[in-house]
């Protein structure tokens, strides 16, 4: 039961991939609080760039990836609790 915020997946615990793809930028680190439309991860995939942003206030709990990781599709990227 996940709700699509923009490109990404996200939902009241984290951050999901939207499919398989490549980390290949975290910009944000745990304990981090950030603002809806902050840029959380950018994700690659078929040579385009996806942009991660935050749907809402966001305190960053745990980040379960690292870049340069390859992630299919629906796994965790960030898990984080709503403000």
């Known amino acids: 039961a996940h709700t699509t915020h923009g490109q990404g997946h996200g939902d009241d615990d984290g951050l999901r991939s939207p ?3 490549k ?4 910009l944000v680190k745990s304990g981090d609080k950030i603002k809806k439309g902050d840029l959380i991860l950018v994700l690659e995939a078929m ?3 996806h942009k991660m942003k935050a749907p809402s206030e966001l305190l960053i709990k745990d980040i379960s ?3 340069g ?9 960030v898990q984080w609790e709503k403000v």
């Open 19 to 21: 499919m398989p793809s």
């Open 23 to 26: 980390v290949t930028k975290i």
């Open 47 to 49: 040579k385009m760039e």
């Open 65 to 67: 990836v690292k870049e």
């Open 69 to 77: 990781q390859r992630v299919q599709m629906d796994d965790l990227l």
